[in-house]
């Protein structure tokens, strides 16, 4: 994989002789072109954003100064990134660290829906200080009791001459202890409604009054590399302006919205395979046994090559999707294969590259984390038998 973004970005930044949108920071930091941020700084940062909480702020401003944060934002607000080269980014990232990818999905997905569905005063209050990463976004769908069944959300809002008033929980939330902004569905409440309430789209921010975030107390297997908490609305009166589009839109929207999930979701699959493979490789032409390189054995270059040809699908299929929705096009059991796809196929990658490390990827090997990472992109954005359904009820009807 190249960890750049496509030529096509590179040669749009050369042929205006500009670079791309760039955000002042509070604190200056150096500005590298996209591409080239990738290559140089991305590894050792995002060794370092995973453990350190302070480190990772700052490290989301380097990648604001060059447009990876506001990346799904619109051009004014330093955006345009096609969601073929959001894929890219994406992929580049979680090689070294599916937690922080994880993380800026959550907040691309934030700003995705501002600058998507958001009026002009909505994207001029949220958009800049998401964009610089001044604020990281957050994404509230999830309850105790609605995960898979997403249109069974119990999270109300309840009509006021004021606006809403906004009452309930929301679960696994990325971001959530470190965000200042999310985008809360709820299930607005008027007489008679029963579950044909709409579901509108709220934008709330922290520390408004009655916004409480806590952390999980419990080990989370997967969840170590990126900050994630239960979110509870308790009286949160929201305006009209919080409401992100009309209230009989917010469920439309939000499936659009996944669709592009599903996409990043499935780029982050690819990277985490990469890594995977890469790992595999290098150890398989290092270790010796018998007198010869594991390498050399049929055994393991069977699982190198079958590691290859589902890496390099389900990047064609993660682009497919991609490039449908850059035309403006359904893809709904597109982006759904997509995910399934390739985060199946990095489960399977990963479990061979600990199978040709044998005991070394059992120990303090990122591969051990790997695993758990693996098993969690086979659930996140919606598990991957719902994937297939969607895939299944688009071929049969």
């Known amino acids: 994989m190249a960890s750049s973004l496509p030529e096509a970005r590179m040669a749009e930044d050369k042929a205006t002789s500009r670079k791309p949108a760039r955000v002042p920071a509070k604190k200056e930091v150096e500005y590298l072109p996209p591409a080239e941020f990738l290559a140089r700084r991305l590894p050792e940062g995002c060794r370092l954003a995973e453990g350190d909480p302070g480190f990772r702020r700052q490290f989301y401003r380097e990648m604001a100064a060059c447009g990876i944060m506001g990346m799904a934002g619109p051009r004014p607000y330093g955006g345009s990134f096609s969601l073929r080269q959001m894929a890219s980014v994406f992929e580049a990232v979680s090689v070294y ?6 993380s800026l999905a959550a907040h691309t997905l934030c700003t995705y829906m501002i600058g998507r569905w958001g009026s002009e005063t909505q994207k001029a209050r949220w958009l800049p200080e998401l964009c610089r990463a001044e604020k990281l976004g957050a994404f509230c769908l999830t309850e105790p009791k609605a995960g898979s069944d997403a249109r069974s959300l119990a999270l109300k809002a309840i009509p006021t001459p004021q606006g809403y008033l906004l009452e ?20 607005i ?31 989370r297997v997967g969840f170590d590399g990126f900050p994630n908490a239960v979110v509870r609305l308790a009286d949160y009166r929201a305006t009209e302006e919080n409401l992100l589009g009309t209230e009989d839109r917010g469920w439309n929207h939000t499936a659009k919205a996944l669709e592009v999930a599903k996409v990043n979701m499935g780029a982050i699959g690819v990277g985490l395979a990469e890594g995977a493979y890469r790992a595999a490789v290098a150890h398989a032409r290092k270790r010796v046994q018998f007198g010869r390189r594991i390498a050399d054995f049929q055994a393991v270059q069977f699982m190198v090559a079958d590691m290859h040809a589902k890496i390099r699908a389900a990047r064609l299929l993660v682009q497919d999707a991609a490039d449908l929705i850059d035309a403006g096009r359904a893809a709904g059991y597109e ?23 044998g005991g070394h990827g059992l120990l303090a090997h990122p591969m051990e984390k790997n ?6 992109l086979q659930i996140l954005e919606g598990t991957n038998q719902i994937q297939r359904m969607i895939v299944a009820r688009s071929l049969l009807g």
């Open 189 to 219: 409440g008027r007489p008679g409604g029963g579950k044909k309430d709409a579901i509108g789209a709220f934008i709330v921010e922290k520390p408004d009054p009655g916004v409480i975030v806590k952390p999980y107390r419990k080990r």
């Open 97 to 102: 660290s599916v937690g922080l990818a994880i």
């Open 335 to 357: 982006s759904a294969m997509a995910k399934c796809f390739a985060t199946d196929a990095a489960m399977q990658v990963v479990t061979d590259a600990v199978q040709v490390l």
């Open 168 to 187: 309930g929980t929301k679960t696994f939330v990325t971001n959530g202890l470190e965000a200042s902004v999310y985008i809360v569905l709820a299930r």
């Open 371 to 376: 695993l758990w990472e693996a098993k969690l």
